[in-house]
């Protein structure tokens, strides 16, 4: 069993910054993926970002170039800094893990509104 534990979410105004974190504990394999995924009500969850080992990282087209994804293996933590955050990048943000079976965090809301 893994447990995932998403933090960062909130209320940001158009332009900001958030960033957001996702803490893995519990049967952690050291070779694995990590990634976001996000989701608005009546709409197909959505890739966001995905890290594979530790630098290999793809991005969902509509974030490429605003938000960079990251980890630390010693903390088990991968991260996912927005940048030039727009309103339609409003959704509730899901952590997974993935090594063999596939683990979701609870997911984080972010709003993004003036």
């Known amino acids: 069993q893994v447990h995932l534990v998403e933090s960062g979410g909130g209320l940001v105004q158009p332009g900001g910054s958030l960033r957001l974190s996702c803490a893995a504990s519990?049967?952690?394999?050291?070779?694995?993926?990590m990634g976001w995924y996000r989701q608005v009500p009546g709409k197909e969850r959505e890739l966001v970002a995905v890290?594979?080992?530790?630098?290999?990282?793809n991005y969902g087209d509509s974030v490429k170039g605003r938000f960079t994804m990251s980890r630390d293996n010693a903390k088990n933590t991968v991260y996912l800094q927005m940048d030039s955050l727009k309103p339609e990048d409003t959704a509730v943000y899901y952590c997974?893990?993935?090594?063999?079976?596939?683990?979701w965090g609870q997911g984080t809301q972010v709003t993004v509104s003036s």
């Open positions: 997974y893990y993935r090594h063999l079976v596939t683990y």
């Open positions: 890290i594979t080992g530790v630098v290999s990282t």
């Open positions: 519990g049967n952690i394999f050291s070779v694995n993926t």
